[in-house]
């Protein structure tokens, strides 16, 4: 079952650009139900993200594709399918599919949106899958989002080791043996010969004990949640929006190493669609393991399939997305929520209306937690040898009688 997961990513991709081909609502009908913003940017039909980014050892890429299935008549409301793919120079990627809700509140620019994914990620060429859930409220000044992270199945081995350890003992004994034997010499002068015959043995015993450890390492799938309270920077709204955010991650580890950490992430809008952003995440293992600091870029790309139905093309409206928000749609309008005549302000709703189809912001692959070396079998043996040497020494005395 490792490549369902991909599959369904897959399959996503396919149903989502099905789907907004056959949306009964054309361009024109469009328009009427959502007037334009002072951009000229109108609301986007779908939206297909290109990123880039990394931390020092690492480069990350990812792709990213909105499409919504229902939009009610007053664009207030929108049902939308999300598929996502991320992989690093690392060997590790991640496969998501998921189903979005976003409802505005009328009257206001707030926004409130709801989210469940179904994430696929591959370590060490592992596999890992989880069920996220997430709450989000986006506005003018302030976003918040709270996501969760439910992991399905259990752990893997990623890498075997054994240890082994030898002890050796010597212990050695001699033993002495002397004879003696007197031999007499009845020749010319009456001798006693006399032979001493000494034997050393020694007998040496060694054992030799070892023992050999087995272990593995194995990975699992944290389960966990994390959150982030967001503020757009008063003043540089007018030419590119900048939010600054603060939040905190939490993760259960299997092998009892948590991760409980703070977080921080500064979001710029150089331009309507191109976004770029720098994370700092307290605990290294939200990254790569080595580094705290993420940089991001980030391309949006507007798109409307049901302009094919007219002949037009699907990209229609992408050089007002990429135009800077001080210039506004003709080039001619002051800053963001004003018009360089009059001064006139903007209703915030019309402004709001444009963060419907904006990305998602969650963890996109699963967190794993490594174990130690962990004992699965030991094996013990032990040899004992024993050895014998002899060294043998003969001395003769001669001793003559007298006469």
């Known amino acids: 079952m490792k490549n369902t997961p991909r599959s369904l990513a897959l399959g996503s991709t396919a149903l989502l650009a099905l789907t907004s081909t056959f949306i009964p609502q054309t361009a024109d009908a469009a328009r009427e139900i959502a007037p334009a913003p002072v951009t000229g940017w109108e609301p986007l039909r779908g939206e297909l993200t290109l990123g880039i980014g990394g931390t020092r050892d690492r480069l990350t890429g990812s792709t990213d594709l909105t499409v919504p299935l229902w939009k009610s008549d007053d664009q207030n409301n929108m049902l939308f399918l999300d598929g996502h793919w991320e992989g690093n120079s690392g060997h590790e990627e991640a496969y998501n599919a998921g189903l979005g809700f976003r409802h505005r509140l009328g009257g206001s620019d707030v926004i409130v949106g709801v989210n469940a994914f179904w994430d696929h990620g591959v370590f060490h060429g592992q596999s890992f899958d989880q069920f ?20 399905e199945g259990g752990d893997a081995v990623i890498d075997h080791h054994q240890k082994k350890r030898t002890r050796t003992r010597t212990s050695s004994v001699t033993d002495r043996k002397t004879s003696v034997v007197d031999a007499i010499d009845g020749g010319e002068g009456f001798f006693l010969d006399r032979t001493t015959t000494t034997t050393d043995t020694k007998t040496t015993t060694r054992t030799r004990k070892s023992r050999t450890r087995f272990c593995e390492n194995r990975e699992t799938a944290m389960p966990g949640f994390d959150t982030e309270l967001g503020f757009l920077i008063p003043g540089l709204e007018r030419y590119m929006e900048t939010r600054v955010f603060g939040g905190y991650a939490f993760f259960d580890g299997g092998y009892e190493h948590d991760i409980s950490t703070g977080t921080g992430r500064l979001e710029c809008r150089v331009l309507p669609a191109l976004i770029v952003d720098t994370e700092y995440k307290g ?22 399939l049901g302009n094919l139905l ?6 229609a409206g992408i050089t007002q997305a990429f135009t800077p928000k001080w210039m506004g749609a003709s080039g001619s309008a002051g800053p963001l929520g004003y018009s360089k005549d009059d001064k006139k302000a903007v209703d915030p709703a019309e402004m709001a209306r444009n963060r419907m189809n904006e990305n998602i912001i969650r963890s996109w692959r ?6 130690d070396c962990l004992r699965t079998a030991t094996r013990r043996s032990s040899k004992t040898t024993v050895t014998q040497t002899e060294e043998r020494r003969v001395q003769v005395e001669r001793f003559q009688f007298a006469q």
């Open 132 to 151: 996220g859930t997430g709450l989000e409220i986006l506005s003018h000044w302030v976003d918040f989002r709270l996501n969760g992270y439910f992991p």
């Open 310 to 315: 007219q002949g037009q093309s699907p990209f």
């Open 366 to 371: 699963p967190q794993i937690d490594e174990s």
């Open 283 to 304: 605990d290294a293992r939200l990254l790569d393991g080595r580094n705290h600091w993420f940089w991001g870029l980030r391309g949006e790309i507007p798109f409307d």
